[in-house]
T-cell receptor
């Protein structure tokens, strides 16, 4: 158990809908990362927050957004969902930027 | 940004040593190289991390040459439970100065009896 929690574990929704994925980092970690893992793309970095502020953006679509709250938990919002958004979404946390990342169990999103 | 290259798959047998190499250019000069293990439908699990030369822990060794353009994960005496996908992770800095982590595409290791 890495100490990173993610909810929900599974999510099934329809095209055009909006969902919110939640992540709670390890105790004491200030940095949160979001990744998307689909069958043909491997682990793709989406976005990183540090102590409530956005610090880095990767291959994140404009339909996706995220935030980190004062209690350091983070949410990833996915809107106008398409079939191709079906994937595993992982959250990772680290003490600070560039420290070792520890991953949560992931949320499996299926868009029908 | 950093680019990483790993073999797509490898096969081994129980009790053998397995070496998986990741090539990575444009790695940030102050960044560590990290390796993860992932089982199906689970999150990546931290294995080992290093900056240069050799690092060893209870499950693996990591060899990093002086130019840091590659790294080799060594798994001694693998067992069936080591069948998994192994990823290297490195970071680099984007033009705006933000730190971007980049995973390799992963190496699927299958250990045979």
């Amino acid at each position: 158990d890495s100490g990173v929690t993610q909810t929900p574990k599974h999510l099934i929704t329809a095209t055009g809908q909006r969902v919110t994925l939640r992540c709670s980092p390890r105790s004491g970690d200030l940095s949160v990362y979001w990744y998307q893992q689909s069958l043909d793309q491997g682990l793709q970095f989406l976005i990183q927050y540090y102590n409530g502020e956005e610090r880095a953006k990767g291959n994140i679509l404009e339909r996706f957004s995220a935030q980190q709250f004062p209690d350091l938990h983070s949410e990833l919002n996915l809107s106008s969902l398409e079939l191709g958004d079906s994937a595993l979404y992982f959250c990772a946390s680290s003490a600070t930027i560039q420290e070792t990342q520890y991953f949560g169990p992931g949320t499996r999103l299926l868009v029908l | 940004l950093a680019k990483t290259t790993q073999p797509i798959s490898m096969d081994s047998y129980e009790g053998q040593e397995v070496n998986i190499t990741c090539s990575h250019n444009n790695i940030a000069t102050n960044d560590y190289i990290t390796w993860y293990q992932q089982f199906p439908s689970q999150g990546p699990r931290f294995i080992i991390q290093g900056y240069k030369t050799k690092v060893t822990n209870e499950v693996a060794s990591l060899f990093i040459p002086a130019d840091r353009k590659s790294s080799t994960l060594s798994l001694p005496r693998v067992s069936l439970s080591d069948t998994a996908v192994y990823y290297c992770l490195v970071g680099s800095y984007a033009s705006g100065g933000s730190y971007i982590p980049t995973f390799g595409r992963g190496t699927s290791l299958i250990v045979h009896p």
